[in-house]
């Protein structure tokens, strides 16, 4: 099994995300609302130089945790992602990553699922 993390920038395509992984086979994510630490860093500005520019706050992102069994499960999801935002490797797309699960407790093997 994998863990599967992709952190959106733009949450407008939550939803066609999600469709296109149940399309794929996926069955379950955790979805959180994020930011990081750019977003963080950026709204600190001295009150000196505060001004309001007319734009409404920015939004967060969202990250998504999904565990596949197999690594071309990993590699489907990246594609379709993908597909969706764009490269990853250009600025404001996402952050995506997947690692190898040594323990996993909670969710039944791939076996019972399908009885």
């Known amino acids: 099994m994998y863990m599967i993390m992709f952190v959106l920038d733009d949450i407008q395509f939550e939803h066609e995300i999600l469709n296109s992984w149940s399309e794929i ?3 379950g994510a955790t979805i ?6 750019h977003r963080h860093l950026k709204k600190v500005i001295p009150m000196r130089y505060a001004f309001y ?5 920015e939004t967060g992102n969202l990250t998504f ?6 690594e071309k499960m990993v590699k489907a ?3 379709t992602i993908e597909k969706i935002v764009g490269d990853l490797n250009e600025p ?5 990553s997947a690692w190898p ?4 407790k909670g969710i039944p ?3 019972q699922k399908e009885r």
């Open 77 to 79: 999801c990246l594609e």
């Open 32 to 37: 959180i609302e994020s930011s990081g630490l």
């Open 65 to 70: 945790f999904v565990m596949v069994e197999t």
């Open 101 to 104: 699960l040594s323990i996993i």
């Open 53 to 57: 520019s007319g734009q409404s706050e």
């Open 92 to 96: 404001n797309t996402g952050i995506f």
């Open 109 to 111: 093997p791939l076996e």
């Open 25 to 27: 086979g996926i069955t």
